[in-house]
Nanobody, 125 residues
Framework: QVHLVESGGGLVQAGASLRLSCAAS????????MGWFRQAPGKEREFVAA????????AYADSVKGRFTISRDNAKDTVYLQMNSLKPEDTAVYCC??????????????????WGQGTQVTVSS
C-alpha cells in the first residue's frame, strides 16, 4: 500500500502561482509513476499531468501545458506540481495518484492504483 498526502492548495487570484506537493509513504516509492488529476464541482475527473518513475517522461493536459510543471524528488518520496498563471477554470480538487511503472506515464485514472485525498485549489478572477 502506498499512502499519498497532498498539500499546498489554497485560494489565490488569477495569474498567481501555487506549488502542490504529494508525499508518499508506506510501500517503497520505487518504480511508481505518478499523476495529478483534478475534479471541479459538477464535472468529471480530469487528467492534469503525469511523470514516470525516472522523471524522464512527462505528460500534460493541453489545458495546462506551458503553465504547469510536474516534477519529483525520489529521495524525498515526493511529487510536485508547479502551477503558474492560474486561471479561474483551474479551480478544482487536485489529487495525486500512483501506478507501478518505471518508464511510462498514463493519462487514464483507472490505470492508477493509489490515490490521495486531494487538496483544494481555488482561483478567483
Amino acid at each position: 500500500q502506498v499512502h499519498l498526502v497532498e498539500s499546498g492548495g489554497g485560494l489565490v487570484q488569477a495569474g498567481a502561482s501555487l506549488r502542490l506537493s504529494c508525499a508518499a509513504s508506506g510501500r517503497t516509492f520505487r518504480g511508481y509513476g505518478m499523476g495529478w488529476f483534478r475534479q471541479a464541482p459538477g464535472k468529471e475527473r480530469e487528467f492534469v499531468a503525469a511523470i514516470s518513475w525516472s522523471g524522464g517522461n512527462t505528460a500534460y493536459a493541453d489545458s495546462v501545458k506551458g503553465r504547469f510543471t510536474i516534477s519529483r524528488d525520489n529521495a524525498k518520496d515526493t511529487v510536485y506540481l508547479q502551477m503558474n498563471s492560474l486561471k479561474p477554470e483551474d479551480t478544482a480538487v487536485y489529487c495525486c495518484a500512483a501506478r507501478l511503472s518505471f518508464y511510462s506515464t498514463s493519462v487514464f485514472y483507472n490505470e492508477y492504483d493509489f490515490w490521495g485525498q486531494g487538496t483544494q485549489v481555488t482561483v478567483s478572477s
